[in-house]
């Protein structure tokens, strides 16, 4: 994947494009979150900002990635953690085996909704 400079990734952002929120999503990922950096308070409000607008928009690898690179993070929101944990298997995997910040009530919160279903 080549590297794109902050505002390429602010162009990307304003797009409609399902590979522009793809490459925005990997993006953040590889740049941000798999780097295991710190980020300040501004910095996590606007990636997590960003992914909670995408979440639901980009592909299935696309979300793996994401929860490949948050599964084990203790600074993710909740709600993004809720989602990507009931995702598609192959999405949830890292985030159920993973994620120091999944209580057991979100677990059994997540088996009752797939019963339901």
Known sequence: MAKYTLRELVEVA????????NLLAESLSRLV???????????QNI???ILRHLIHQVEMNVRRALADSLAERTDTPH???MALANDVIEVAHPIL????????????RLILEHTQQ
Do not use: A, C
């Not at 979150?33 to 910095?43: A, I, V, W």
């Open 47 to 49: 990636v997590y900002d």
């Open 97 to 108: 085996t993973k994620s120091p910040l999944l209580q057991d009530v979100d677990l059994i």
């Open 33 to 43: 979150l798999s780097t295991g950096r710190k980020l300040s308070e501004t910095e």
């Open 79 to 81: 709600d993004i953690l």
């Open 14 to 21: 304003k797009s409609p494009n399902k590979r522009d929120r």
